[in-house]
């Protein structure tokens, strides 16, 4: 995943309004909790998912 961060870190910001430069809110905030919404970016269309599985967004 760490090679998709800037993917990543875009849609965390605009899905969810995370900004990941917000030490004091990741500090607040689990593991697990972090987790959860990068998986949630599997889930919908997002940069990651495109990233991830393109065959689903190809034309043809």
Same mark, same amino acid.
């Given at each position: 995943?760490?090679?998709? &961060?800037?993917?990543? =870190? *875009?849609?965390?910001? =605009? $899905? #969810?309004?995370?900004?990941?430069?917000? !030490? *004091?809110?990741? /500090? *607040? $905030?689990?593991? $697990? &909790?972090?987790?959860? !919404?990068?998986?949630? @970016? @599997?889930?919908? =269309?997002? /940069?990651?998912? !495109?990233? @991830? #599985?393109?065959?689903? #967004? =190809? /034309?043809?």
């Amino acid at each position: 995943m760490l090679k998709f &961060w800037t993917l990543i =870190e *875009a849609d965390l910001h =605009e $899905r #969810y309004g995370i900004d990941v430069d917000d !030490r *004091a809110l990741l /500090r *607040a $905030r689990s593991w $697990r &909790w972090l987790q959860a !919404r990068i998986l949630g @970016l @599997l889930a919908v =269309e997002s /940069r990651l998912h !495109r990233a @991830l #599985y393109p065959e689903q #967004y =190809e /034309r043809g």
